[in-house]
């Protein structure tokens, strides 16, 4: 008869919950299930469609036209060197990115109660797989961009100037998606908890876009309340997205970095939240 | 001796009844900023010295599993059986770590994988195929697992020609045989099966059933199986484990803790007497003084099955001279509906008592829970007092060699002899 000591065991179950939560190894080895929800998700949203995964780009363009109709021309916002479709365009993919990662993990808890209820797998591979669906559907409408940006430079005789800053782009990206990850993680906490916090969500993101250079360049704020725009974390991100890609847009490094501490401080606090409270919302979801 | 795969020490789970959380932001602030930070109990959730719960916090709390230890060894096949809300479901969320204990921990070795719905991660709106690698990666495969036992998943399933429409418009039926299938081809080492059985048809039920066995038998596989039909655990479960409100009760050989189960929760409304006419039921003509319906076992504590007579027996004290009395014995079944009406013989009978028995054979009723009205008469015609609801019991079933497990069919469930042979003529073969 074999004895076993406590570190005999595979896997151990206890009221407490370590704050890190799910090991790497455990992510790593349900890849395939997030590489299946991704799948999923499209499936879903584009078979029996006209269009199909052409509605991906649709939704950009419309927007864009109505923001060139309503604030270039009826408002008349100026857009610098950059022309307004360019700018316009710029922000609204980006923008889209953040927004759809955001409010897509933001209801992880409430969205799959039942499945969480019922088979146990790390719940990071939800929010993550959503926030995947939107980074592939940001890829599209970025060669989008990529295709207008190229149709100014050969046709209109744009200059833009080729900065180290492009280098820079997908680190940009990269933090737009963790800050929508992070958020989303921990509204879905808040949300599963306290129903009506979804109401706020949604307006509070709404609000969000318009202390966001999304359809404004930064100088166009006037110099006494510019800190409140600056304040946003993602401010910065935008205008080194537009200064990389379109060479027009103000940023400085120091602000760049106060946005890098934002995000990596937001990312851990919101990981450990979902890790921490995870378990316990099963009982109450 | 064979190895412990799972080991469950003092495993409590309570759930609070009520408001979601504390009910207020400011409460749930104040419990995390105790817990969290001063380390100390959660002030909301206070369990004194001897680890049972404060009086004022009862109320809220339910304990669905209070100090379980028991061990799982390898190979074994352990059936978890008790009433609704004993905590059989609970104990396999603690196991399959989708909630987590109160107190106590699950120890364990090898991969986990459980199987509490049939259909997890099924969407109406994809196609079969898709279907089967979704649910597959919930449960735990990785895609060459996948890959590789697709045709088996779907032969099994029986549904070849509907892989590539989606399960939106596939029947019931198909669309728990192509869950189960999924399910079925998982290679745990612990599997732990819920009350998955109670879906599907008979032929499928039995298929599942096979697979379970084969997979224990076969391949060491350790089950954990809760199910309400106790065939069902006595033929596919070597140990069993008895919980009730959340305790242990019994854990230990499969048939011997079935059959305590079994006599444990029957009801029976068995006797009822009165001993004095005063305080009995009925009326200036008719008093009860007994009815008792007592089963005819062979020994004392097996379980009252369906093949066992039961006998009942009743007295009356007549106060009226010269009726012709009779006494109609109708059985109802649990929803109301009668199974039978009985009359007695009609006998003349003078002021005092009466006595009558009658016994209910055996391998008759389907098995379900059974209340007696007794109807007693004058001169066949005249009703003079109605005993509501004096006697109630509850059969269990019995299947002996019948390898099926669902719910047989019928208000009774005699057992005529029923013949089948061949007659000399066998058909040959078209060679």
Redesign the interface.
Known sequence: MAVFSKEEWDWEIRSRTSWLGTRAGELWAYRHLLAGMVRRDFLLNYQQTVLGPLWILFQPVMTLITYVFVFGKMIGISTGAIPPVLFYLSGIVLWNFFHDGFMATSTTFRANADIFSKVYFPRLIMPLSQLSTHFIRFLFQLVLLFLVLAYYIVFEQMAVPLTPWLIGVPFLILMTGTIALSLGLLFSVITAKYRDMINLVSMGIRLLMFLTPVLYPIGYVSENIRWVVQLNPLTPIFEAFRFGLLGEGYVTPIQLIYSLIFTLVLFSVSLLMFNKQGDKLIDVV | ?A??VI?VENLSKV?RLGT??TGS?RQ?LQRWWTTAFLGKEDPFFKLDSNGEQSIENQKQALWALQNLSFDVKQGEVLGIIGSNGSGKSTLL??????????????????K?S?L??VG??F?Q??SGR?NI??SG???????EEIRRKFDAIVAFSGIEKFIDTPVKRYSSGMYVRLAFAVAAHLEPDILIVDEVLAVGDAEFQKKCLGKMQEVSQTEGRTILFVSHSMQAVQSLCNKALWLDKGKMKEIGEVSRVVNKYISGVQKFQLSQEWANPEEAPGNDRIRFKQVELRPVLNNANDPVDIRVPLLVKLALWNMADEVNLSINLVLFSYSGECIFDLPSENIKCSKGLVEGEVTIPGNFLNDGSYYISLYVVKDTSVPLFTFEECLSFDLEDFRGDIQWFGKWWGAVRPKFPFRLEQPDLILQADS
Do not use: A, C
């Not at chain 2, 969320?93 to 090898?110: A, D, F, M, N």
């Open positions: 001796m190895d412990t080991q759930y979601i959380g932001l749930d969320k603690i196991i399959s770590r989708i909630v987590k204990p109160t107190k106590g921990h699950v120890r364990g070795r090898g986990v459980s509490l719905e997890t991660g969407h709106e994809l898709e690698y979704i990666y919930v449960l735990g495969m990785n895609k």
